[in-house]
């Protein structure tokens, strides 16, 4: 199972980093790997996204508009571990983050990391 991490309360215009990781395991190389959020009443959406660690050509990432230019995803292989990066937050991206596959598996969502912007 994955593991989201690095939520918190921020205010408007700070900066959160995520972290997912998949201990003991390449899981988080040899997969896309994508973070998604949930807000409270809405549909959960996927808002970054990183190619396979074993894919060397072509594009690498792809963004929502919500994230262009604000979100950054990155990859350690060394540590099985994805980032999200997350800059200039506005209270619209308070939600529960998860990570996934792209496309989500069903079964290992997690519980995902609480993100709150708020003044």
């Known amino acids: 199972q994955l593991q989201a991490s690095g939520g918190g309360l921020v205010q408007p215009g700070g900066s959160l980093r995520l972290s997912c990781a998949a201990s003991?395991?390449?899981?988080?190389?040899?997969?896309?790997m994508g973070w998604y959020r949930q807000a409270p009443g809405k549909q959960r959406e996927l808002v970054a996204q990183i190619r396979s660690g074993i894919i060397t050509s072509g594009p690498r990432t792809n963004y929502a508009d919500s994230a262009k230019g604000r979100f950054t995803v990155s990859r350690d292989n060394a540590k099985n571990t994805v980032y999200l990066q997350m800059n200039d937050l506005r209270p619209e991206d308070t939600a529960v983050y998860y990570c996934?596959?792209?496309?989500?598996?069903?079964?290992?969502w997690g519980q995902g990391t609480q993100v709150t912007v708020s003044s």
């Open positions: 996934n596959t792209v496309p989500g598996r069903p079964d290992i």
């Open positions: 003991g395991s390449t899981f988080t190389i040899i997969n896309d």
